[in-house]
């Protein structure tokens, strides 16, 4: 069991709380029976971590691992995962996020992207970390079962145009067409406070908006959620 903060393997979990860790060792910890059964299915495990004896799991003393789970659980179980994403081909729809800033919303729009059969999120540099717990936590394990890239936007939009992608970006703009569009199709959005860069927006070829009544705009999760929704009606 480890028991000291000196531990090696202590010091590495608490380090993978941070992106920029996670990313040189393609790794993250995740909490929860709901995380660990995804990411069981999607063979993501590397080490499962508890607080009492199951199985082969790598045991933490109930100190050390209040300072790892950054909320209260009731049965404080956990694991390392591989978050190395394996290379996939351009198919079918694809979501682009453009410096999306709040976890969970970047969260819930990958979990709706798996529900409404959006194969791959592509994500701005710019963008949130999806495998922050906030993020993970709102994508209910959808996070495992959905290749994410992070990719320059300016420059990957041109490539899926190439691959006849149609780009369709949510915007305030007029909106460009009301015929069923074209599939396999790219849908944008952008920030919570400022949208679409220009130099995104620029590159789409459609531009999609919801039409509300009271309020001027609806969060992001909930506006793109409703968008892939309507993009998949209309295949």
Do not use: W
Not at 81 to 103: E, F, R, W
Not at 111 to 116: E, G, T, Y
Request: hydrophobic share 40%; charged share 20%; with cysteine.
């Amino acid at each position: 069991m480890i028991t000291s903060k000196q531990n090696e393997m202590y010091k590495h979990l608490i380090k993978l709380k941070k992106a920029k860790y996670r990313y040189l060792h393609q790794e993250a910890v995740i909490f929860g029976n709901d995380l660990l059964e995804e990411a069981r299915k999607a063979n993501k495990i590397k080490h499962y971590l508890s607080t009492a004896p199951h199985g082969n799991n790598m045991l933490i003393s109930k100190e050390l691992m209040a300072t790892i789970i950054d909320y209260d659980m009731k049965e404080p179980i956990g694991a390392i995962v591989t978050i190395k994403q394996d290379s996939q081909p351009y198919y079918g729809n694809i979501l682009l996020c453009d410096t999306i800033q709040d976890p969970r919303n970047l969260g819930a729009l990958i979990r709706s992207a798996h529900a409404f059969g959006f194969h791959k999120v592509i994500l701005s540099p710019e963008c949130v970390d999806p495998f922050h717990e906030l993020a993970l936590r709102a994508a209910k394990g959808s996070t495992f079962h959905i290749s994410i890239e992070i990719q320059s936007l300016t420059k990957i939009i041109p490539e899926l145009k190439k691959e006849k992608y149609h780009i369709i970006a949510s915007s305030h703009l007029p909106q460009s067409e009301t015929q069923p569009h074209a599939y396999p199709c790219v849908l944008i959005l952008g920030n919570e406070g400022h949208g679409i860069s220009k130099e995104v927006l620029d590159l789409a070829d459609t531009f999609l908006n919801i039409e509300t009544q009271g309020v001027d705009s609806l969060n992001v999760s909930v506006a793109g959620s409703i968008l892939m929704h309507q993009l998949v009606e209309k295949v």
